[in-house]
């Protein structure tokens, strides 16, 4: 089964080849100064001192009342999101023009789509120097490269994993969690935690993928399976989901607050 945790989904390495924009988990925001502010003028002052063009980028964190019940582990909130998207998969298709607040674009990544091949690789390739050396003096990361900074988050993510899925009371609930599901018809194919918490996700995703990007009129129908799978999912695992995903929630926020990826004072 692939891991619920990556390196970019949990901490998100934007310079990393692959990578996206910051992804955001729950974390209480800090009056305080930023170091992730700190970290963005040292690449800036670096760029420059090599000739190129960096703008400070640090994205606001935010999150709505909801996501912050659904992180832990509301069940009527749990409830009201799984009634409407299911696990999230199909109902990206179905509900692809919902409004939202329009998510905040690196501006360097305009600066890049500027440049000719030449010069593209020596902007990525200084601008991982110069994240190197941020992360080193701002955090006290020990690190020489980028790939060595990728290689601690990489321990961190597996940390993250061992805590959980060690975790005595998580143990003790995904039994009956399990046996609920596999009573229900459900496929369960492991028990351990984070199995049993990325299992539905990751079994419609698959589906997803065999579908080739479906319009709203041909996802919807999987949508409503997909619906009537999470609901059962979650009241199978109301306990587990009450005890797992405010542990969750705070270890992946400290991780990403250790990283840089959330605020830090």
């Not at 069940?75 to 199909?90: C, D, T």
Request: proline letters at 4%.
């Amino acid at each position: 089964m692939k891991k619920r945790l990556a390196v970019c989904g949990l901490l998100g390495l934007a310079l990393l080849a692959g990578c996206g924009a910051e992804s955001t988990a729950a974390a209480p925001e800090s009056g305080a100064k930023d170091k992730r502010h700190e970290r963005e003028t040292l690449i800036a002052d670096c760029m420059k001192q090599k000739g190129f063009k960096y703008v400070i980028h640090v994205p606001p964190f935010k999150q709505s009342d909801l996501e912050k019940r659904v992180a832990s582990g509301d069940y009527a909130s749990l409830k009201e999101v799984r009634s409407k998207y299911g696990f999230g998969a199909f109902s990206r298709f179905v509900y692809k023009d919902e409004g939202g607040e329009p998510e905040r674009k690196d501006p360097n990544e305009a600066i890049k789509a500027g440049l000719d091949k030449g010069q593209l690789e020596a902007y990525e390739l200084q601008a991982k120097t110069c994240y190197t050396t941020a992360v080193k003096k701002v955090f006290g990361f020990e690190v020489k490269s980028l790939a060595d900074f990728s290689d601690l988050t990489a321990k961190e993510i597996e940390r993250v994993d061992r805590e959980l899925n060690g975790d005595a009371k998580l143990n003790e609930l995904a039994g009956p969690f399990a046996q609920c599901l596999t009573g229900k018809g459900e496929k369960v194919s492991s028990s351990k935690p984070l199995d049993l918490a990325a299992r539905g996700s990751q079994e419609w995703e698959e589906l997803v993928a065999k579908q080739k990007e479906p319009s709203a009129a041909a996802a919807r129908p999987y949508l409503t399976r997909e619906i009537k799978s999470a609901l059962t999912d979650l009241e199978c695992g109301k306990e587990f989901y009450a005890a797992f995903n405010p542990l969750s929630t705070r270890l992946n926020s400290e991780a990403r607050v250790k990283f840089g990826f959330l605020p830090q004072s």
